[in-house]
């Protein structure tokens, strides 16, 4: 008797699941494996039926995975994965050196690119494709091996390898408050101007929920300027605008050049704060890739 045939769900599905899973809806699924969005959708209630659990939450604007729906959707996107390239060494498909890297574009900017020299001179053999983002990775639409953006975006189906630590604290220019002044007392901190990144939807720690996070209870009400892309909030901090919240490895080196300094002590720790993950696709388990995997590890560890 084969015990496969009675434990595996529809094979047919399996494609369509792994696609809208990856991109958290059924019409790039369909686009991206040339089927209609009705025959997606079919699919995935196949599936949902024969599991006997819900794999998506259907709303209005779009549909999005369920706990167990990611789980189930990281276990299909690694065996298919995993398939695919084992059948690519069978072939003899030619691997690349090239290895394609997603991150956030002020991470990208102000983390990544000054730490890239010490990667190229352990692995000058590998060539790092940066490709800087500025929508959640799982709408992002271009293949890739590994990607970098701050937990609780959206990620898709795509596997978590690990999550790494930052801390949050607000930054400014030397001039803007002088020396004599630091530490200032972070309930002094709404005398000055705040500078703010706002987002739509909200997975950005904003200065209520620094306040909140570091109990700072603030007597009046704060001045903001709102900007809506974060490098234009640092680079405004640094001439002198106002105050802005900045991210440890964001602006480590912007610390210790003196172009931004720390005008108070308060600091919101985040254990988990930045994640970093595998694409389903065969090349992400090359040799290039894994030794860029754990060049990571090693830089995001302190």
């Known amino acids: 008797m084969n015990l ?13 699941f792994e696609a809208a899973a990856r991109h958290e809806s059924f019409t790039r699924a369909a686009e991206e494996l040339g089927l209609t969005q009705a025959a997606v ?9 024969d599991l006997g659990i819900t794999l998506f939450e259907r709303r209005n604007r779009g549909v999005f995975l369920t706990e167990e729906g990611r789980r189930f959707g990281q276990t299909v996107g690694t065996s298919l994965s995993d398939i695919a390239a084992e059948t690519g060494r069978i072939r003899g498909v030619a691997a690349s050196n090239e290895v394609v890297l997603v991150c956030q574009l002020c991470e990208a900017f102000y983390w990544l690119t000054p730490r890239l020299a010490r990667f190229h001179h352990l692995h000058p053999e590998i060539e790092v494709n940066l490709a800087s983002s500025l929508v959640p990775l799982a709408t992002f639409e271009r293949p890739f ?3 970098i953006q701050t937990t609780g975006r959206q990620q898709g189906s795509y596997p978590l390898l690990f999550t ?26 709404p005398d000055y101007r705040l500078l703010s990144h706002r987002v739509v939807p909200k997975n950005w720690l904003e200065w209520e929920d620094w306040f909140q996070a570091t109990g700072t209870i603030t007597e009046t009400r704060p001045k903001t300027r709102n900007f809506d892309s974060y490098p234009v909030v640092l ?24 172009t ?10 985040r254990p988990t704060e930045i994640s970093v993950f595998r694409s389903t696709q065969p090349s992400s388990r090359r040799p290039e890739v894994t030794a860029l995997l754990e060049w990571l590890r090693e830089e995001l560890r302190d």
């Open 41 to 49: 959708s079919k699919q995935i209630r196949l599936l949902e039926k």
């Open 260 to 269: 931004l300094v720390r005008p108070c002590e308060e600091y919101v720790p």
């Open 4 to 16: 496969l045939r009675g434990s595996l769900p529809p094979i047919s599905s399996l494609l369509p």
């Open 164 to 189: 790494a630590s930052d801390e949050i604290f607000p930054v400014c220019s030397p001039d803007y408050i002088t020396e004599t002044l630091r530490p200032l007392p972070a309930e002094r901190l």
């Open 145 to 147: 091996d590994l990607a």
């Open 235 to 258: 680079q405004a901090a640094a001439s002198g605008q106002g105050i802005a919240l900045g991210w440890r490895r964001t602006v480590e080196f912007m610390l210790a050049d003196n």
